[in-house]
């Protein structure tokens, strides 16, 4: 629940009230948000310019390590920390996404506003589904344990 909550609340690195005060007030609030983006942006595109494959490798390799633990050997664990990670691969690829994006057309204004509520509404559909699909495993092994 706290994995999510903060994945729906900073989007991009930027906290979720930001965005709505720009959103409701602009003006200065939005001049805030759209400087604390593009500094949130060039620091995600210079992790990823930096050291963006070596990270790749690296959780390439763990999130392996954890499936083969996870449902090869049956760590009940693994399973968890594997169902609670895998889906957030596809929210920081979103994230760089967005980042590359805001990046390359310089956006400010609606245009930005548009591109980090998009993300977070994203993040909040890849989460529920994260969230149904451990709650069903998470029950399937609970009758399977039980059926013994």
Same mark, same amino acid.
């Given at each position: 629940? *706290?994995?999510w909550s903060s994945a729906y609340y900073w989007v991009l690195g930027v906290p979720f009230d930001m #965005? !709505? @005060?720009? @959103? @409701?007030? %602009?003006?200065?609030?939005?001049?805030d948000l759209e400087a604390m983006v593009r500094g949130k942006v060039r620091r995600l595109l210079l992790i990823q310019e930096l050291s963006g494959s070596w990270l790749l490798a690296f959780v390439s390799f763990a999130m392996t390590a954890l499936a083969i633990l996870?449902?090869?050997y049956a760590v009940e664990f693994a399973q968890a920390l594997f169902?609670?990670?895998?889906p957030m691969i596809f *929210? *920081?690829?979103m994230a760089l996404s967005s980042a590359r994006r805001i990046h390359? %057309? !310089?956006l400010a204004g609606a245009p930005l506003l548009k591109v980090l509520l998009r993300q977070r509404f994203w993040t909040q *559909? #890849?989460? #529920?589904?994260?969230v149904f699909v451990t709650a069903v495993f998470g029950m399937y092994q609970n009758l399977e344990l039980s059926a013994f």
């Open positions: 629940a *706290v994995l #965005i !709505q @005060r720009a @959103r @409701r007030h %602009g003006g200065s609030a939005e001049d996870a449902f090869w169902l609670l990670l895998f *929210v *920081v690829a390359r %057309g !310089q *559909v #890849i989460g #529920i589904f994260a």
